[in-house]
């Protein structure tokens, strides 16, 4: 910026600093000459400097800066001794239900009664001026471009990028792999995703040694088919370690007791490849809670319209029809756990899901019946 | 007196001879004491992003020092009795910990997370304001992409921000991230895996998203808010046209004392405001949702407020799944969440560029427009604004549908169709409203003021009586050209009647003791 120094405006001439006689402000005035800033207008906010009504908003802004270092000396001695421990159930006459609305208001108000001080000294007390100033929009000048131009030319020149382009060419090939280096160690991050989207805690091979994975709830405990009533619903988890913890996200069913009319209609209803495998036990049926769409747990489940809503983007699953999508943005059904009673009366899972459940993914898996709908 | 003011001068000179000494500061000091600002409410915008940003990093590192970005399995057994007991993250321990068992950190919790809200509401109405007087335009268009850049790592910040706790919502809100992060063709499942480190949610993304959170992203907002600020103040700040400003000078105050004032008070203000939102307001009562189950969510999860546009467009977008089988899906979600993205980054980012090409305008611009005199510009913008908003409403359709009584179907069915609909009407009638707002003030140039006065002539016909602006022609007509800025349309406006009372409890017109009431009015006058 203090190179427009010697474009001065035109209209403006320099002041000669050696005058003894010069007053402050045509020192300071020379000032803004040099920085091409020329004052419009500019006058003291009270014409007669003492005035009365000068002293009062002074008044004004000095209380103002007062009662804020009042406020925050509210701040600190609240933060320090308003009892503020957590002593569970607690009504408004309890102190410490105050502590944080009593920091805030010292803190606030000691921060704005400071703000409106610092701004009304600025609006009401200091000199009313406009000026204005050369933007010296655009490049430089002409004759500064060109010396930037042969002194970047010189540059080029003394490398010889010009003349030595296997040089160049080297020196590329050789930074592009280094490049490279650099991100390479990002690769750690990398892991194989394997079958974590397609196998999940259901997989008797994997996780029971090939013995039926039992149903249990969140306590562990195991599910029989008399925990449930007509028209009920069970979260339930596979019965292995941690089978109800995140480690198996994908494995939460909502296990579903279907009055008989409806378990009828499903039966109908149900895909070949459901039927297959004779994926209902009873009037029982198991769908997985993960949604299809992204991944949200489909656990709103409305007994009327007999639907089954995700609260994250709102799709709907028919439970009396493989809990095909019927509105929202999923595409595809809520994979059903096939299940069965094992001889001591508890629920079993006879296999894993038959197709993947949870969003999808660009090379998941799907079974033709699965495109019928 | 007079003793002590000259001790203080003299020590002032000495102190400031030392410093040039070492630093040479005399020269590029009064360059930076005498920068003259334009000044305008509406330039106010970003700064408080910027004061709120200062205050997040206050915040963030009070609550850095007491947050475990763990995801290690530990039993409750702190103060907050119904969650005792239960299995739960360290990180939301820790979270509920500062909460409950710290001094102070509710307090601190709650001004970090209205910091962050209001950060990002400043940078969206801040863009607005850019956009609207195309203060985006050469040579600012570098500055306009980095704020673009700002507010998307903002978002990403302010995600990740409050997925660290741990909870049962923000849980919720990693899991529908990975969903649109697996819906990516080809990378889709390897992306994830290395998100979580295999499989969702794993247990180690809080310690990955804590460290991204607290240092990369911080560093890059801080880096560009740098270079932002110092572009503006180096490519010197648009000006609205008025009198005697034009695109090769700057009107306004000096830098030192005044605009640095009102910009320590008003930064003291917002900070004032954010402090007392901490002390009074609720936000985010994190022990309230327990700890994150992948087979747990209750309704009316939402996103903070900048999230919930996409959260909308994702509940809006139809099941329109393409499958290749066996080979291939491209599953629905990646069209309003991924594609959708990509489009309000890219669209933002390359707007300036667009607009050159296709306005074939080239020229420099340091004056801002009127939104009204550039009405395509104007209406693309609140095309953009309803589509936004749309989008938000149905970021949270079950709320509105629950407490309005409505069909949560139809909720959903008057998004989609609003998102496509609203836009295209608003377009028309944005363009409507401001040719019809340029052909007013064209007409109060050409005919004169309406003064409400009202005449019947001989004939008795009434008409109304117009106070001309300048001195009119044979026909009654002024010829005045139209420069871009407030044309008067009442009386008082220009002098011509008493100004309407200014002030709310009493008049602040009365004369000052200076007589300088009449003086300020003309100098104001060319301010707003």
């Given at each position: 910026?203090?190179?427009?120094?010697?474009?001065?405006?035109?209209?403006?001439?320099?002041?000669?600093?050696?005058?003894?006689?010069l007053?402050?402000?045509?020192?300071?005035?020379e000032g803004?000459?040099r920085?091409?800033?020329?004052?419009?207008?500019?006058?003291?906010?009270?014409?007669?400097?003492?005035?009365?009504?000068?002293?009062?908003?002074?008044?004004?802004?000095?209380?103002?800066?007062?009662?804020?270092?009042?406020?925050?000396?509210?701040?600190?001695?609240?933060?320090?001794?308003?009892?503020w421990?957590y002593?569970?159930?607690?009504?408004?006459?309890?102190?410490?239900?105050?502590?944080?609305?009593?920091?805030?208001?010292?803190?606030?108000?000691?921060?704005?009664?400071?703000?409106v001080?610092?701004?009304?000294?600025?609006?009401?007390?200091?000199?009313?001026?406009?000026?204005?100033?050369?933007r010296?929009?655009?490049?430089?000048?002409?004759e500064?471009?060109?010396?930037?131009?042969?002194?970047?030319?010189?540059?080029?020149?003394?490398?010889?990028l010009?003349?030595?382009?296997?040089?160049?060419?080297?020196a590329?090939?050789?930074?592009?792999?280094?490049?490279?280096?650099?991100?390479a160690?990002l690769?750690?991050?990398?892991?194989?995703?394997?079958?974590?989207l397609?196998?999940?805690?259901?997989?008797?091979?994997?996780?029971?040694?090939?013995e039926?994975?039992?149903?249990m709830?969140?306590?562990?405990?195991?599910?029989?088919?008399?925990?449930?009533?007509?028209?009920?619903?069970?979260?339930?988890?596979p019965?292995?370690?941690?089978g109800?913890?995140?480690?198996?996200?994908?494995?939460?069913?909502?296990?579903?007791?279907?009055?008989?009319?409806?378990?009828?209609t499903?039966?109908?209803?149900?895909?070949?490849?459901?039927?297959?495998?004779?994926?209902?036990?009873?009037?029982?049926?198991?769908?997985s809670?993960?949604?299809?769409?992204?991944?949200?747990?489909?656990?709103?489940?409305?007994?009327?319209s007999q639907?089954?809503?995700?609260?994250?983007?709102q799709?709907?699953?028919?439970?009396?029809?493989?809990?095909a999508?019927?509105?929202?943005?999923?595409?595809?059904h809520?994979?059903?756990?096939p299940?069965?009673?094992?001889?001591?009366?508890?629920?079993?899972?006879?296999?894993?899901?038959?197709?993947?459940?949870?969003p999808?993914?660009?090379?998941?898996?799907?079974?033709?019946?699965?495109?019928e709908? | 007196m007079?003793?002590r003011?000259?001790t203080?001068?003299?020590?002032?000179?000495?102190?400031?001879?030392?410093?040039?000494?070492?630093?040479?500061?005399?020269?590029?000091?009064?360059v930076?004491?005498?920068?003259v600002?334009?000044?305008?409410?509406?330039f106010?915008?970003?700064?408080i992003?910027?004061?709120?940003?200062?205050?997040?990093?206050?915040?963030?590192t009070?609550?850095?020092?007491?947050?475990?970005?763990?995801?290690?399995?530990?039993?409750?057994?702190?103060?907050?009795?119904p969650?005792?007991?239960?299995?739960?993250?360290?990180?939301y321990?820790?979270?509920?910990?500062?909460?409950?068992?710290?001094?102070?950190?509710?307090?601190?919790?709650?001004?970090?997370?209205?910091?962050t809200?209001?950060?990002?509401?400043?940078?969206?109405?801040?863009?607005?304001?850019?956009?609207?007087?195309?203060?985006?335009?050469?040579?600012r268009?570098?500055?306009?992409?980095?704020g673009?850049i700002?507010?998307?790592v903002?978002?990403?910040?302010?995600f990740?921000?409050?997925?660290?706790?741990?909870?049962?919502?923000?849980?919720?809100?990693?899991?529908?991230?990975?969903g649109?992060?697996?819906?990516?063709p080809?990378?889709?499942?390897?992306?994830?895996?290395?998100?979580?480190?295999?499989?969702?949610?794993?247990?180690?993304?809080i310690?990955?998203?804590?460290?991204?959170?607290?240092?990369?992203?911080?560093?890059?907002?801080?880096?560009?808010?740098?270079?932002h600020?110092?572009?503006?103040?180096a490519?010197?700040?648009?000006?609205?046209?008025?009198?005697?400003?034009?695109?090769?000078?700057?009107?306004?105050?000096?830098?030192f004392?005044?605009?640095?004032?009102?910009?320590?008070g008003?930064?003291?203000?917002?900070?004032?405001?954010?402090?007392?939102?901490?002390?009074l307001?609720?936000?985010?009562?994190?022990?309230?949702?327990?700890?994150?189950?992948?087979?747990?969510?209750?309704?009316?999860?939402?996103?903070?407020?900048?999230?919930?546009?996409?959260?909308?467009l994702i509940?809006?977008f139809?099941?329109?799944?393409f499958?290749?089988?066996?080979?291939?899906?491209?599953?629905?979600?990646?069209?309003?969440?991924?594609?959708?993205?990509?489009?309000?980054?890219?669209?933002p980012?390359?707007?300036?560029?667009?607009?050159?090409r296709?306005?074939?305008?080239?020229?420099?611009?340091?004056?801002?427009?009127?939104?009204?005199?550039?009405?395509?510009?104007?209406?693309?913008?609140?095309?953009?604004?309803?589509?936004?908003?749309?989008?938000?409403?149905?970021?949270?359709n079950?709320?509105?549908a629950?407490?309005?009584?409505?069909?949560?179907?139809?909720?959903?069915?008057?998004?989609?169709?609003?998102?496509?609909?609203?836009?295209?009407?608003?377009?028309?009638?944005?363009?409507?409203?401001?040719?019809?707002?340029q052909?007013?003030d064209?007409?109060?140039?050409?005919?004169?003021l309406?003064?409400?006065?009202?005449?019947?002539?001989p004939?008795?016909?009434?008409y109304?009586?117009?106070?001309?602006?300048?001195?009119?022609?044979?026909?009654?007509?002024?010829e005045?050209?139209?420069?871009?800025?407030?044309?008067?349309?009442?009386?008082?406006?220009?002098g011509?009647?008493?100004?309407?009372?200014?002030?709310?409890f009493?008049?602040i017109?009365?004369?000052s003791?200076?007589?300088?009431?009449?003086?300020?009015?003309?100098?104001?006058?060319?301010?707003?």
């Amino acid at each position: 910026m203090s190179a427009h120094n010697d474009s001065a405006r035109p209209d403006a001439e320099p002041v000669d600093l050696s005058d003894p006689k010069l007053s402050r402000f045509e020192v300071y005035k020379e000032g803004l000459r040099r920085d091409d800033i020329e004052i419009i207008h500019y006058e003291p906010r009270f014409a007669k400097p003492g005035t009365k009504a000068e002293k009062r908003m002074e008044r004004i802004v000095g209380g103002m800066f007062l009662f804020s270092g009042l406020f925050a000396t509210a701040f600190v001695v609240a933060y320090i001794w308003w009892p503020w421990e957590y002593e569970g159930v607690a009504t408004w006459r309890d102190l410490q239900t105050w502590y944080t609305p009593v920091l805030g208001t010292t803190l606030g108000l000691s921060l704005l009664l400071f703000a409106v001080g610092v701004l009304t000294w600025a609006k009401k007390l200091l000199p009313i001026e406009e000026l204005v100033q050369d933007r010296h929009d655009g490049g430089s000048s002409a004759e500064d471009r060109r010396i930037a131009e042969a002194t970047v030319d010189g540059l080029v020149e003394d490398m010889g990028l010009k003349r030595r382009p296997f040089l160049v060419k080297a020196a590329l090939l050789g930074a592009a792999p280094l490049g490279l280096a650099a991100v390479a160690p990002l690769g750690a991050l990398l892991k194989d995703p394997g079958d974590m989207l397609t196998v999940t805690g259901w997989n008797a091979e994997k996780y029971n040694d090939g013995e039926p994975i039992r149903l249990m709830m969140k306590d562990g405990a195991l599910v029989r088919p008399d925990m449930v009533s007509a028209g009920g619903q069970l979260t339930v988890f596979p019965a292995i370690d941690h089978g109800a913890t995140n480690q198996f996200p994908t494995s939460p069913v909502l296990l579903i007791r279907l009055r008989e009319a409806d378990a009828a209609t499903l039966r109908g209803n149900l895909y070949p490849m459901y039927q297959d495998v004779d994926a209902l036990w009873g009037n029982f049926v198991g769908y997985s809670k993960i949604c299809t769409h992204v991944g949200c747990p489909a656990s709103l489940y409305e007994q009327q319209s007999q639907r089954l809503l995700c609260p994250c983007h709102q799709s709907q699953f028919n439970v009396v029809d493989n809990a095909a999508p019927v509105f929202g943005p999923a595409t595809r059904h809520l994979p059903l756990l096939p299940l069965d009673v094992d001889d001591e009366g508890y629920f079993i899972a006879t296999s894993d899901f038959l197709v993947p459940p949870g969003p999808a993914f660009w090379n998941r898996p799907s079974l033709p019946e699965e495109d019928e709908k | 007196m007079k003793r002590r003011k000259g001790t203080s001068d003299s020590l002032l000179t000495k102190a400031g001879g030392e410093l040039d000494d070492r630093f040479k500061l005399a020269g590029p000091a009064r360059v930076l004491l005498n920068k003259v600002f334009p000044d305008h409410w509406s330039f106010l915008l970003g700064e408080i992003a910027l004061f709120s940003f200062i205050l997040l990093l206050l915040s963030g590192t009070f609550l850095a020092l007491f947050f475990e970005p763990s995801m290690v399995e530990v039993t409750y057994n702190g103060v907050y009795v119904p969650l005792q007991g239960i299995d739960m993250s360290r990180a939301y321990e820790s979270a509920l910990d500062i909460s409950f068992e710290t001094r102070g950190g509710l307090f601190m919790r709650q001004m970090h997370h209205w910091a962050t809200l209001l950060f990002m509401a400043a940078i969206l109405v801040h863009m607005l304001r850019i956009f609207f007087t195309g203060a985006f335009r050469a040579p600012r268009e570098t500055n306009w992409m980095i704020g673009i850049i700002l507010f998307w790592v903002g978002f990403f910040e302010g995600f990740f921000g409050y997925s660290l706790p741990d909870d049962g919502l923000s849980g919720t809100g990693l899991r529908i991230m990975e969903g649109m992060t697996e819906s990516v063709p080809f990378i889709g499942p390897w992306a994830s895996a290395a998100l979580f480190r295999g499989q969702f949610p794993g247990t180690d993304v809080i310690s990955m998203i804590y460290i991204i959170h607290v240092f990369i992203f911080p560093l890059i907002l801080l880096g560009l808010i740098v270079v932002h600020v110092g572009l503006v103040f180096a490519q010197k700040h648009t000006q609205w046209p008025g009198p005697g400003r034009t695109e090769h000078n700057v009107v306004g105050f000096r830098m030192f004392p005044n605009y640095v004032m009102k910009q320590v008070g008003f930064m003291l203000f917002i900070w004032g405001v954010i402090g007392a939102m901490a002390g009074l307001f609720q936000i985010n009562p994190i022990w309230l949702f327990g700890p994150y189950e992948v087979s747990v969510v209750s309704s009316a999860s939402q996103p903070d407020f900048y999230v919930m546009y996409l959260d909308g467009l994702i509940r809006l977008f139809p099941a329109w799944e393409f499958r290749v089988p066996p080979y291939f899906t491209l599953p629905a979600v990646f069209w309003p969440a991924i594609a959708g993205m990509g489009l309000s980054v890219m669209l933002p980012l390359l707007y300036p560029a667009l607009e050159r090409r296709f306005t074939k305008d080239r020229g420099h611009h340091n004056l801002l427009q009127r939104p009204r005199d550039n009405p395509a510009r104007t209406g693309l913008g609140m095309m953009v604004v309803v589509f936004w908003i749309v989008g938000v409403i149905s970021g949270g359709n079950d709320v509105f549908a629950e407490k309005f009584g409505i069909s949560l179907n139809a909720m959903t069915w008057a998004g989609r169709i609003g998102l496509v609909v609203l836009p295209i009407i608003t377009y028309y009638v944005t363009y409507r409203i401001c040719l019809g707002l340029q052909q007013h003030d064209r007409e109060v140039l050409a005919h004169g003021l309406e003064t409400g006065i009202l005449m019947r002539d001989p004939n008795g016909r009434f008409y109304e009586v117009h106070q001309p602006l300048a001195e009119p022609d044979e026909h009654g007509h002024t010829e005045l050209e139209y420069g871009g800025w407030v044309v008067p349309k009442k009386m008082n406006r220009v002098g011509a009647l008493e100004p309407t009372e200014k002030g709310f409890f009493k008049s602040i017109e009365e004369p000052s003791e200076n007589g300088g009431a009449e003086r300020r009015d003309e100098i104001e006058s060319g301010k707003h």
